[in-house]
C-alpha cells in the first residue's frame, strides 16, 4: 500500500489524504470524481494520486465516457 508522509515537490510533511469532489481537464473538457482519495500538500499545492484515485480518475475521464456512450 502506497503511503506518503512527504510532498515529492516541497518536501513538506504536513501533506495529507483528503477525500472530497476532484475537478480535472481533459482536452479542454472539465470533468469531477465526487468524494475521490487523494494526497494534498497544503504548502504547495501539490496533489499525489494512488493507483486508486488514478483508476477513479480515468474511469470519469471524458474520453472514456466518450467511447462508452458512441
Ligand atoms: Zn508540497
Known amino acids: 500500500m502506497l503511503t506518503i508522509t512527504k510532498c515529492p515537490t516541497c518536501g513538506s510533511d504536513k501533506i495529507k ?25 497544503p504548502s504547495c499545492g501539490e496533489k499525489v494520486y494512488d493507483r486508486e484515485a488514478m483508476r477513479k ?3 470519469h475521464s471524458p474520453a472514456l465516457v466518450k467511447a462508452r456512450t458512441s
Open 17 to 41: 489524504k483528503i477525500r472530497r469532489k476532484w475537478t480535472g481537464t481533459a482536452r479542454g473538457q472539465t470533468y469531477s470524481v465526487p468524494r475521490l482519495e487523494f494526497y494534498e500538500c
Open 57 to 59: 480518475i480515468e474511469a
